[in-house]
Nanobody
Framework: QVQLVESGGGLVQTGGSLSVSCAAS????????MGWYRQAPGKQRELVAT???????NYADSVKGRFTISRDNAKNTVYLQMRSLKPEDTGVYYC???????????????WGQGTQVTVSS
């Protein structure tokens, strides 16, 4: 099992910045990538960004150029820095741990508890 503990999030005005972090522990050998999903009220959970243990990143089109995912391998921690935030970025942000296949597709295996990000207009 892999345990994920998130921190950060909160309330910010449109155009502001916010960051969230996620520390992984346990059977890290089971995963080769981590990422963030988000879920807005009444909508499906969507993948926001992923990063492999080698540092390869991928972003949803809606956040490209505004969000940056990074990781500290020594701390097994992944970070999501969000800037130029918009009201449509509002939602519960979930840390994810899983695997990226040779084809580049990400599959989630473990979830964090979620942290709320609210962008006021």
């Amino acid at each position: 099992q892999v345990q994920l503990v998130e921190s950060g999030g909160g309330l910010v005005q449109t155009g502001g910045s916010l960051s969230v972090s996620c520390a992984a522990s346990g059977s890290i050998f089971r995963i080769n990538a981590m990422g963030w999903y988000r879920q807005a009220p009444g909508k499906q959970r969507e993948l926001v960004a992923t990063i492999t243990f080698l540092g390869r990143t991928n972003y949803a089109d809606s956040v490209k150029g505004r969000f940056t995912i990074s990781r500290d391998n020594a701390k097994n921690t992944v970070y999501l820095q969000m800037r130029s935030l918009k009201p449509e970025d509002t939602g519960v942000y979930y840390c994810s741990a899983g695997r990226i296949s040779y084809s580049g597709s990400y599959s989630n295996d473990y979830w964090g508890q979620g942290t709320q990000v609210t962008v006021s207009s």
